[in-house]
């Protein structure tokens, strides 16, 4: 719901969150480049030629498991974050997808906030960008952040 009341669509808050940051490892091809940052540290990284800036993203490996960094963004042809740890970052291309957001209006949107880890979908390869997000799913969303 927003703050009149009124519910709001998955696809527009994937679109908010997208407006936001211009501040499972199948779905992620790998990439040579890596890098070293300190925790805190501003990281800015050109992005690969090639590379869609909604679906390339940062990561770091925790007891073996990469870990999104879910707050970056790209500016500029730069892929810009805050390194919310000390080590090495690796970057990934996330290649999952939903059948139901193929060709939607919010597509870009929707994968900008499913590469990062914010929204997983409803099930079975389906977003639902139409259907109303409950209050769990966005305290799980803000949670994420």
Known sequence: MDFQGRFIRRRGFCRLLRRIHRIHDDDYGDSALSIWADSGQLVVVDLPPGANENTFVPYYLENGRKV???LSKVEDGKLIFRAPVGGAYGFAEYDGSFGDADGH?????ILFA???GL???VGENLFNPDGSMTRAMFVTVLSRL
């Open 119 to 121: 929204f997983g979908g």
């Open 105 to 109: 209006w919010a597509e870009d949107f």
């Open 114 to 116: 499913a590469a990062r």
């Open 68 to 70: 999104i960094v879910p």
